[in-house]
């Protein structure tokens, strides 16, 4: 059953109806049900291969603005510092870090809006689901500062000595789980920060180990996929050198690459688990009979 979708974003992702009459709904790429976690792996990739073209246009659009905005800020600090490598070096990995912190923000929020409209049978493109993230911007900013603010305590309190650093990971894998569903709780149930976070909570305990174990696992898999898009750019400085700026537009064009896909990937399994933990814990995948919508 799929959940009442309004033309005002019942699920966090609807259409102004003064702007824009109600699309006719379609069955949801995923089915509504409790799933199982080879499903939660798997079904990302087919809401992805639904959306492929809207997907695309956000994830292309935004990565070519970021690895721009991080060659721009680079270009004008090496000019500033009349082309010092440590001020160059500093202003590329400053840059990265935050038009990468940025780019996950933007598709976070859009990937997760163009999921929860498909489930509830309403199909998004690039600038509805930018619309829809927009008007819940101000908690989705919250979370994303939330979400890097406790990652970066966790692995610096982790990394202070060797031994301890893959119990960080497991620590850091129990804080991401119970708060894996605060963005498709933002969106669709138009709550706060604070409410989402403890919303975020209550449906996925009981699960807490299961998501923690998808978001160690998807970390593997991003991690191995990493490993030939990092190696482009070595690949290719055979032929063109060890220059500088095309040597460094590689290496940043790979890693915002990389960020790009995972996000968008991660941010669709957040949807499911959100999808997932309602039916276990509410039976959304319930139908009344003669209930209304």
Known sequence: MRPAVDTVG?????????????????????PVRPLRYRELLDEPFALIQAHTR????????????????????????????????TGTAWAVVL?????????RLVLRGTTVAIALADVGGVRFGA?????????RAGPLVIAQLMFTVTGVGVLVVGSLLIITYPLALLWLSSVRARR???????????????????????????????VAGLWLTQRLIFAV?????????????????????????????????TVTVAEIVE??????????????????????PGGSR
């Open 10 to 30: 019942a699920v966090g992702a609807g259409i102004d109806p003064a702007r824009a009459s109600a699309p006719q709904p379609t069955p949801p790429t995923v």
């Open 54 to 85: 809207t997907l695309a246009v956000l994830g292309g659009g935004a990565f070519v603005l970021a690895v721009l905005g991080v060659l721009g800020v680079t270009g004008l600090v090496s000019h500033l510092t009349d082309g010092s490598d």
């Open 95 to 103: 840059a990265t870090a935050v038009f990468g912190w940025l780019l």
């Open 127 to 135: 600038v509805a689901a930018a619309r829809a993230a927009a008007r």
């Open 180 to 210: 894996f569903v605060v963005e498709p709780v933002v969106l669709g149930e138009r709550a706060g920060f604070g409410v989402a976070v403890a919303r975020s909570k209550e449906l996925v305990r009981g699960a807490d180990w299961t």
């Open 225 to 257: 996929l990493a490993v030939p898009v990092f190696g482009i750019p070595f690949f290719l400085s055979d032929f063109s050198g060890t220059h500088r700026w095309a040597f460094l537009t590689l290496v940043v064009g790979g890693l915002l690459l």
């Open 267 to 288: 941010a669709t399994s957040r949807v499911l688990c959100y999808v997932d933990r309602r039916c276990v814990r509410e039976g959304m995948d319930i139908r009344i």
